[in-house]
Nanobody, 120 residues
Framework: QVQVVESGGGLVQPGGSLRLSCAASGSIFSIAVMGWYGQAPGKQRELVAAITKGNTTTYSDSVKGRFTISRGNAKNTVYLQMNSLKPEDTAVYYC??????????????WGQGTQVTVSL
C-alpha cells in the first residue's frame, strides 16, 4: 500500500506565501509523476502543478510565475511554493503520486488534502 501525506496549508493574506509539502511512502518501485490539484468550493478538482521523474514541470495558467513545484532531497517528496497568493487560490490542495509498481502498472494515490485560505 502507498500513503500520500500533505502538510503546510493555512490562512494567509492576499500577496502572502505558503509552502505545501507532500511525502509518499510504502510499496513504491518508482514514482512517474507527483502533482498538486486544487478544489475550490463547488468546483471540480483541477491540476495546479506537476513534476515528472525527469523533473519536467507543468503549471496551470492561473499559477504560472507565482507557484513553483520542486522535488525534495528526501525520496518521494515534493513541495509547492505558493507566492503572491490571491483570494481565488483558496481551495483544498491535494497531492497525488503516480506510482509504478515495477510490474508494468501505474496507480494514482491521493493525499487527504490541505486547506489553503487566502483572505484578509
Amino acid at each position: 500500500q502507498v500513503q500520500v501525506v500533505e502538510s503546510g496549508g493555512g490562512l494567509v493574506q492576499p500577496g502572502g506565501s505558503l509552502r505545501l509539502s507532500c511525502a509518499a511512502s510504502g510499496s513504491i518501485f518508482s514514482i512517474a509523476v507527483m502533482g498538486w490539484y486544487g478544489q475550490a468550493p463547488g468546483k471540480q478538482r483541477e491540476l495546479v502543478a506537476a513534476i515528472t521523474k525527469g523533473n519536467t514541470t507543468t503549471y496551470s495558467d492561473s499559477v504560472k510565475g507565482r507557484f513553483t513545484i520542486s522535488r525534495g532531497n528526501a525520496k518521494n517528496t515534493v513541495y509547492l511554493q505558493m507566492n503572491s497568493l490571491k483570494p481565488e487560490d483558496t481551495a483544498v490542495y491535494y497531492c497525488n503520486a503516480d506510482v509504478d509498481n515495477g510490474r508494468g502498472a501505474t496507480f494514482r494515490y491521493w493525499g487527504q488534502g490541505t486547506q489553503v485560505t487566502v483572505s484578509l
